[in-house]
């Protein structure tokens, strides 16, 4: 069983940053994707960013110079630098592992990120 903890959220005045920290734990291949989803209330979940266990990265449009994805492969552990931020970027935010060979997904439990004005 894969285990995700997330850690590093929080309340934020816009402009403002925060860096956020998911570890995996359990059996899990060296060959997946990690990366961070986030849903507002009332909205879809959405993709924030992903990387490749070769560090290849995509981010959403709305985030793109203002938010970093990396990764330890050592640890097993994605962060996501957070700079820049505004109040739309107020919502949970989902640590998410995709095994490639087995192809399965997990989920961490969320963490709050609220921005202020």
């Known amino acids: 069983q894969v285990q995700l903890v997330e850690s590093g959220g929080g309340l934020v005045q816009a402009g403002g940053s925060l860096r956020l920290s998911c570890a995996a734990s359990?059996?899990?291949?060296?060959?997946?994707?990690m990366g961070w989803y986030r849903q507002a209330p009332g909205k879809q979940r959405e993709l924030v960013a992903r990387?490749?266990?070769?560090?290849?990265?995509n981010y959403a449009d709305s985030v793109k110079g203002r938010f970093t994805i990396s990764r330890d492969n050592a640890k097993n552990t994605v962060y996501l630098q957070m700079n820049s931020l505004k109040p739309d970027d107020t919502a949970v935010y989902y640590c998410?592992?995709?095994?490639?060979?087995?192809?399965?997904?997990?989920w961490g439990q969320g963490t709050q990120v609220t921005v202020t004005s």
């Open positions: 998410n592992v995709y095994e490639r060979v087995l192809l399965r997904n997990y």
């Open positions: 359990g059996r899990i291949f060296s060959i997946n994707d």
């Open positions: 990387i490749t266990s070769g560090g290849s990265t």
